[in-house]
């Protein structure tokens, strides 16, 4: 018997004696939220799962933006035992519908009302063909800027909201021996502040040009080249321990006070609430400079697996279900920072950056201002998004990169990925 026959028969033992047991079925459901704030928010999931009688699987894979957690999750499906649901993202959600994978949920989602209470955008973005396979939790808006408060007030600054503006105030920090923008040098964050730049630079259509139609004369324009000199300005208000670091230890360094400043989807929130931090009062919230018109989305999915189990099949269709209560969006939306996905909730318990989030999100539905987040897999395919990541890192890491061939490097990656 070769190792894999061996260790699937286990499994299968393994499997076949839970389900004897318990009368309820299981989910294992794979995700990256691992910092305090994220643990904090899908321990609600577990929780609710559980006191339906099911027993959940706690299947976490750390790192921010979600890349190793889809590396072992292609490992898990290949060899033929995916989990119930798994964390996704837009275009890997088409990617996986697309291999034959995931499974139907229109049952669901027609007893749930989904199309009547999801947003279309949203709700796009989880359908295959027209057919629900994953079910969004929550929706991100990445172009936050966070502050420090009390950095502020005492040195009598106020937040940058042009790009001019952040490197006055970063020069004053700076000189008074603070840390302007806490940052953490690892691909999706490089690109996360890359994209916030760069729809400044390039406003919405050009935005929606470079990085969702993937226009060749944008991705190597004029405008490019400046997001790319402006992003290499920006490094010089970072210190020199950011190679590596993770995102939540950036935005404690904001809550601590060693920073003033974090370019970092709302997801930061999670963490100065885990802290007990209140926005108005300890941090600040406001959108990444030049950018209030705009809102760059980032929706958190789960895709849901075919599985052959009857029981945790039932599971898996509760699961589905439990996400979009209302229950569940209220608190776990209230722990993560996002905004519930649904239009239809009391938003009272929420604090003011999440009522700005979802002002903004319906005001700019109706202005073009809604625009798919590329860092963080909204925009275009996982092969696309790779290459725009690897030029945008090695530029950002190279002391001599030149911002116009970067453009240009831009544009080629782009056409070889597609
Ligand atoms: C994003 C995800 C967020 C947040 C972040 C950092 O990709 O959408 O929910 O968890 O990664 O882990």
Redesign the pocket.
């Known amino acids: 018997m070769t190792m894999n026959i061996m260790k699937k028969s286990l499994l299968t033992l393994a499997l076949f004696s839970t389900s004897q047991l318990s009368q309820a079925g299981e989910v294992e459901v794979l995700h ?2 691992t ?1 305090g704030g ?1 643990a904090k928010s899908v321990s609600v999931l577990k929780e609710m799962m559980e006191k339906d009688g099911h027993s959940w699987k706690d299947f976490a894979v750390a790192g ?3 890349e190793s957690a889809m590396t072992v999750l292609k490992t898990r499906a290949v060899s033929g035992n995916p989990p119930a649901a798994a964390q996704m ?1 837009g275009h890997n959600i088409q990617e996986w519908a697309d291999l034959g994978f995931l499974t139907n949920l229109d049952d669901v989602a027609k007893q749930g009302n989904w199309d009547g209470i999801l947003p279309k955008v949203v709700a796009d973005t989880a359908k295959y063909e027209g057919h629900y396979v994953a079910v969004p939790v929550n929706v ?1 808006r990445v172009n936050w800027l966070w502050a420090n408060k009390a950095i502020f007030d005492k040195e009598g600054l106020k937040v940058p909201s042009s790009w001019d503006e952040f490197f006055k105030v970063g020069d004053k920090l700076k000189a008074d021996g603070i840390i302007p923008l806490a940052h953490g040098g690892q691909p ?1 964050q490089d690109a996360t502040l890359f994209e916030a730049i760069a729809l400044e630079k390039l406003g919405n259509e050009d935005y929606n040009k470079a990085f969702v139609e993937l226009d060749q004369d944008v991705l190597s324009g004029d405008k490019m080249v400046e997001a790319f000199t402006t992003f290499k300005k920006v490094r010089d208000y970072i210190d020199s321990n950011s190679p590596g670091r993770d ?1 939540n230890v950036a935005t404690s360094m904001v809550i601590n006070g060693q920073a003033a400043m974090q370019v970092m ?1 709302d ?1 930061a929130k999670g963490e100065f609430s885990a802290a007990n931090k209140q926005p108005g009062t300890d941090y600040t919230c406001s959108p990444t400079p030049g950018t209030s018109n705009s809102f760059t989305f ?1 929706v ?1 999915s789960f895709a849901f697996f075919q599985i052959k189990d009857k029981e945790n099949q039932k599971a898996q269709q509760d699961l589905a279900k439990t996400i979009l209560s209302k229950p569940f969006q209220e608190v776990f939306n209230l722990n ?1 920072g996002s905004i519930p996905v649904r239009l239809d909730m009391d938003m009272s318990k929420f604090d003011q950056c999440a009522l700005d989030s979802m002002e903004a999100f319906k005001a700019t539905a109706d202005t073009g201002g809604l625009v798919p987040s590329m860092a ?1 897999g909204m925009s275009t395919t996982s092969y696309v998004q790779g290459a725009m990541f690897d030029v945008i890192t090695n530029f950002f890491n190279d002391n001599d990169a030149d911002p116009k061939t970067a453009a240009e490097k831009l544009a080629k990656a782009v056409k070889a990925a597609q």
Request: net charge neutral; no cysteine.
């Open positions: 990256w939220w910092s994220e921010g933006g979600g993202k991100h999706w995102w989807g997801w980032n958190d993560k963080h």
